[in-house]
């Protein structure tokens, strides 16, 4: 018999419930950007990148227009690389030219911060945006850094010893938001 401890996890969302939250954040960015051809949806790697071209596929179902996005690897602008150590992320793919656009940053989880911080950094070195926004699927608090999400499909208090996990079927071969204790 081993002494192994198997964390437990919880479902903070279904499939069904994950999908009616991302179309959620599709309507109120639809509100908050009515004209979706100056949008620029911008996913961070990994599941960012996956919920950028889901929301994509949502927003031109409202609009009728298609709504360009595309992918921003912030790795080298992170001032905590020593901590996390390095991952190959898909590079940095922008359809168009960031200037004078509504960007929309998207990643799955905010916790401290510092990815959106170096993404930001990162998307400054590709144009100078009209306005930046950010959307995340769950905040769940502990930051280090200013920065809040602009929408946001839920928010879920956590100790520093949990983690969140947004799986989607292309990358997870499952879908949902899941919370469990670190080992």
Known sequence: MSDQIIPKELEILSKKELNR??????????????DTSSLLLVGIPTRGVH????LAIYLEELSGQK????CLDPTFHRDDLSKLGTRIAPATELPSTVDNREVVLIDDVIYTGRTI?????????????????????????????????????????????ETIDLRLMEIDGEEGIFLSKKL
């Not at 919920?51 to 889901?54: A, E, G, N």
């Not at 709504?67 to 595309?70: M, P, S």
């Open 21 to 34: 939250t991302i179309k959620r954040l599709a309507s109120q960015i639809s509100e908050k950007v009515p």
């Open 117 to 161: 911080k170096a993404a930001l950094e990162a998307l400054h070195s590709w144009g100078r945006a009209k306005r930046i926004m950010l959307v995340v699927m769950v905040d769940r608090g502990h930051r280090e850094v200013p920065i809040q999400p602009d929408f946001c499909g839920r928010v879920v208090p956590t100790s520093k010893d």
């Open 67 to 70: 709504v360009e996005n595309g």
């Open 51 to 54: 919920l950028s071209r889901l």
